[in-house]
């Protein structure tokens, strides 16, 4: 059966890593799995991995390349590397970054895109006539969300087809990770447990058109679907919504199924992946209506508290050889409950709430569910249960005018008192399919007060790591081959450490206990105190 090379080049942007080095993302996976289901013989590999086996791109007819809308350098990269060792291989590139498929096919990088979820269209191209089918336009012509260029023009077959719900439950992602990636048992691996989000509330800013309706604030669920102006769902600078659609939840079997494969493979870490782990099992309530307000009904308390606890049934998490965490929450979902369940099964663990603005009016203007008041206070009750929030705050957004500014400002301290342990300040970026994908960002006007919030947020995050002085934690030895310098990775996951000891190169990958010495705004420095685990 054919070959198929699946590699995944997530957040490479230019051909390297800036962040977020410990983090396997899902969607890759997912495709290897589909395209093993159909017996294909398939080889996930990070884009590290290829780099470092290069020649394995000899024996595979087809590359599939999984990339965000940032990472087009990586992305000729590897169209470079797989040309230069197998120059007739078809290059297929999806992800997150197909949306920019105009850009992808115009510069030559790929033979064929595959636009939004993939599950559907893999199926039917490499279904009953497998990789031929590639070559053929007008079999190509009947398969859903496909751009190409066909006689010097590019074709697009339709727009993203989401998977069912009970698609996404048969389906068995790619969980041999010792293949795929370097020191398995230290990465964050990502399990999808949903597809999509329910914030289908619109940026309400009348130059994108906004005729005030209120639709998608107040109307019936599946009204909201629809904008009368065209305006894509969600936060304006976000496309999840636009790109995924409404959530739907895999079950409790499938999930449980993965991470017992994962762990047998080496997992230690699991990210429960979610736009919004709170709206796990949240469709079920409002069915057969779509789940489109992000805020009501409230979570489905009992389907969070029964995957939780059947994870927690798997030994290696019972006594802590595994970590469970999850990431993205919305603060208006969160209550004395959630924290109960969260703090029973999650006690330790970072949960993030985007707040992007101080100011709640322009908060509601760009779509966002946030009120300021009432993420404080789900920041003070998780962090009286056991748990770490970090919340995400924004700068540059279109129109994010003095006033929104200064509030960002007053409510640093506010989230100081209300427990959260770190706050991220992002710069606004335009991203395809999304509300503002036009609108740049706005920043020279405001450029003194947006350093006044990154001063104030500096003097935050350093204040918040003089808690970790002195202490001891559990962390993952990793050793970059590039500098020869050490880091350690903590195991609750937590800011990056600067190893300052010399240590042989054999303890590269050892899980240890490491002592913090010294720290700064982004960063900590640790010495090691004693070995735990050393892995093969």
């Known amino acids: 059966m054919t070959g198929i090379l699946v590699i995944d080049a997530l957040a490479r942007f230019k051909g390297r890593r800036y962040s977020t080095f410990d983090v396997v993302g899902a969607g890759p996976r997912v495709v290897a799995g589909v395209l093993e289901s159909l017996g294909y ?11 470092e086996n290069k020649q394995v791109a000899r024996n595979y007819p087809v590359v599939l390349i999984s990339i965000m809308s940032q990472d087009i350098g990586a992305l000729r990269r590897i169209r470079e590397l797989i040309k230069r060792y197998n120059s007739q291989a078809k290059i297929i590139v999806g992800g997150p970054g197909s949306y920019d498929y105009e850009t992808i096919l115009e510069k030559g990088l790929a033979d064929l895109v595959i636009i939004g979820e993939g599950e559907i269209p893999l199926q039917k191209l490499f279904g009953e006539k497998g990789p031929e089918t590639i070559n053929e336009p007008e079999e190509l012509a009947k398969i859903p969300a496909l751009a190409y260029r066909d006689r010097g023009s590019i074709r697009v077959t339709g727009p993203s087809i989401h998977t069912p719900k009970d698609i996404l439950d048969k389906l068995r992602p790619w969980t041999k990770i010792w293949l795929s990636y370097d020191k398995p048992w230290f990465l964050r691996i990502y399990v999808e447990t949903i597809r999509g989000c ?65 762990i047998a493979n080496g997992a230690e870490r699991i990210v429960l ?73 999650l006690k330790g663990t970072p949960i993030h709430i985007g707040l992007e603005t101080g100011d709640k009016e322009y908060n509601e203007l760009i779509g966002k569910p946030a009120d300021p008041v009432k993420v404080v206070l789900a920041c003070r009750i998780l962090r009286s249960h056991g748990l770490r929030p970090y919340v995400y705050l924004m700068y540059g957004l279109p129109y994010q005018g003095f006033k929104t500014y200064r509030k960002t400002l007053t409510i640093i301290k506010k989230l100081g008192e209300a427990g959260v342990e770190k706050i991220t300040l992002y710069k606004y970026t335009p991203l395809p399919r999304t509300a503002f994908q036009n609108l740049k960002p706005q920043i020279e006007k405001y450029r003194d007060i947006i350093a006044a919030i990154k001063r104030r947020i500096q003097r935050f995050n350093y204040s918040r790591k003089k808690d970790l002085l002195n202490k001891s934690v559990e962390a993952y030895l990793i050793l970059n081959k590039e500098n020869m310098k050490w880091y350690g990775y903590p195991v609750m996951h937590g800011p990056t450490i600067f190893i300052r000891d010399r240590l042989e190169e054999s303890m590269d990958g050892a899980r240890a206990l490491v002592k913090i010495v010294g720290i700064s705004s982004r960063y900590v420095w640790g010495k090691v105190i004693r070995m735990i685990a050393r892995y093969r």
């Open 41 to 51: 013989n398939v080889l996930l590999l990070s884009y590290e991995k290829l780099l």
């Open 198 to 262: 329910s914030n289908f509330v619109r940026p309400r800013l009348s130059i994108l058109g906004c005729v005030h309706c209120n639709i998608c604030v107040k109307g019936p669920l599946n009204a909201r679907l629809k904008c009368p102006a065209n305006i894509p769902p969600g936060c304006g600078f976000c496309s999840v919504p636009a790109l995924f659609g409404p959530p739907r939840s895999r079950s409790i079997e499938s999930i449980v199924s993965e991470i017992e494969e994962l």
């Open 273 to 345: 992946s979610a736009p919004d782990f709170l709206d796990y099992m949240r469709e079920e309530l409002v069915y057969p209506q779509p789940l489109t307000d992000p805020c009501n009904p409230p979570p489905n308390y009992e389907a969070i508290e029964k995957l939780l606890s059947r994870l927690h049934e798997i030994e290696e998490i019972k006594h802590g050889k595994v970590k469970i965490f999850i990431e993205n929450i919305k603060a208006c979902l969160v209550d004395v409950k959630v924290a109960r369940i969260f703090g029973r099964y």
